[in-house]
């Protein structure tokens, strides 16, 4: 019993680490743009599911059914005074119960998932590759700040990879009962997004390349149970799939042709977007490792043995950098199989050199911490210039860091007139408790206007009467929104 708790020390402390991370001040630290909508998308989808108005739990083309399911299932439990309400976020205070409550809720349900990869990682790889594996997705800043949003990306993400790596194991042990588990997640993963279709190449790569007697009949056995428990959590299928189905795949079709962001990486420069992205946003010694790990693979053949894991790495590579919409927290795709990589280099290496890694991993991570704790979205590698470099170059995004901060500050002002967001205004508005002062435009009765660091570079956004910065919010190494405060002419 003691050397099974000695054994499991590292898991449990890197465990305990991940929510050390992700729950303090939960709720507390942004509101992501998106995070609103799926709230009132969770809030319509619990009373169809309540009424038996079956055909509105579609709320959305991504189709976000599993987050939906968790965000009901906070709400009908914690949250019973708004379950009948039209408009049950019109009070900021409700709205951020309710967003902090249901973050909590989402990172523990991340937990089981991530638990449950180190348990496959562990009999795939070994000890200690799981446990560096587990470092590396427990202190990435990135990762982190993506985590602690109730969005639809860390989910459809950790539960795609545990699809992977729940196949991989499938073809190594052969057992029904983990070809059925894969087909559950991957069933979840597609519910809550429909990216992981981009996966299945590979997955049919992975039955034809194994020893499993019948492939053909494994591979379809995975596919009709992934089918089978997708229309079963998902109601709005039960009333006209082929109809539902259709807007799906329109959605996709939208995002890879139409939803046009990121234009200064158009043509063939779309294929530096996500590997400029990925410098400015992981910690050094991840960058360097990462980079020392790749490069392992092509130097000493190592190709056969990480085949699956790099098809991985490139059909999502592939997709997204040819896609016209480009979004940061797409990169999450590319870096729990990347980690994984990584891990297995490390795993190689002496084991004082091991220990070397870890130590300066946990330092650079409470230095991180201390910088930009608890809006880890806000972290760009200050060491490249940071968020007005990363500006420059168009990967730096703001999807809400700050803005509750300056919601915040503006409700403690009395006798307000006006105020003026023109980006990202979900992410103050449902934070912000005057709300019939926000405003579309300036005029005379502008007091304040809000916006980020990377709009402010704009001078035709601020006009001469309100060039006054009174606040400023930011990490500990640079401001990101600024509060400008307006004087009468």
């Given at each position: ?98 967003d902090s409550g249901s ?272 809006v880890f979205s806000s ?96 990490s500990r190494v640079e ?11």
């Open positions: 019993m003691k050397n099974k708790f000695y054994s499991l020390l590292p898991f449990l402390t890197l465990l305990t680490l991940f929510l050390l991370l992700r729950l303090p001040k939960l709720g507390l630290d942004m509101t992501h743009s998106d995070s609103p909508r799926w709230h009132i998308r969770s809030h319509n989808f619990l009373q169809a599911v309540r009424t038996g108005d079956f055909a509105k739990t579609y709320q959305h083309n991504q189709p976000g059914i599993t987050l939906m399911w968790l965000g009901s299932i906070h709400e009908f439990h914690f949250h019973k005074d708004i379950i009948n309400l039209s408009e049950p976020f019109s009070n900021y205070q409700t709205y951020l119960k309710v973050k909590v809720f989402l990172v523990f349900v991340l937990l089981v998932v991530f638990v449950s990869q180190l348990v496959i990682i562990t009999r795939l790889y070994g000890r200690t590759a799981s446990i560096l594996y587990a470092l590396l997705a427990s202190t990435e800043p990135f990762l982190i700040g993506v985590d602690r949003i109730f969005h639809v990306t860390s989910l459809e993400n950790y539960l795609l990879f545990l699809t992977f790596l729940l196949l991989s194991f499938f073809t190594k042990e052969k057992k029904l009962s983990v070809l059925l588990f894969a087909s559950l997640t991957f069933a979840l993963s597609l519910l809550t997004k429909s990216s992981g279709l981009v996966l299945l190449p590979l997955f049919a790569f992975m039955f034809f390349r194994s020893d499993v007697k019948s492939k053909l009949k494994a591979g379809l056995t995975f596919l009709a149970v992934t089918f089978i428990l997708y229309y079963v959590f998902f109601p709005a299928l039960w009333t006209n799939p082929a109809q539902y189905l259709t807007k799906i795949f329109s959605g996709i079709e939208n995002a890879v042709y139409k939803d046009t962001r990121s234009m200064l990486y158009n043509n063939f420069l779309s294929l530096l977007y996500y590997p400029v992205l990925f410098a400015f946003k992981s910690s050094p010694q991840v960058l360097i490792v990462s980079c020392l790990a790749l490069y392992q693979i092509w130097q000493k053949k190592l190709l056969k043995e990480r085949l699956n894991l790099l098809i991985y790495i490139l059909l999502f590579y592939v997709s997204f950098s040819l896609s016209v919409k480009k979004i940061d927290r797409y990169l999450i795709s590319l870096l729990l199989p990347l980690y994984l990589v990584v891990a297995l280099y490390l795993e190689k290496i002496p084991f004082k050199a091991q220990r070397v890694y870890v130590l300066l991993t946990l330092l650079i991570s409470l230095i991180i911490s201390y910088l930009y704790f608890p972290y760009y590698a200050p060491y490249f210039g940071g968020i007005k470099m990363a500006t420059k170059l168009n990967v730096y995004s703001n999807s809400g860091q700050y803005y509750q901060h300056a919601a915040t500050y503006l409700n403690n002002k009395e006798n307000l007139n006006g105020v003026l967001v023109p980006f990202n205004k979900e992410s103050f508005h449902y934070t912000f408790k005057s709300k019939d002062k926000l405003q579309d435009r300036v005029d005379k009765n502008t007091d304040y206007i809000v916006t980020s660091a990377n709009k402010v570079a704009d001078g035709s956004l601020i006009p001469d009467r309100c060039k006054t910065i009174e606040q400023s919010f930011g401001k990101e929104i600024f509060v400008f405060k307006c004087v009468s002419n």
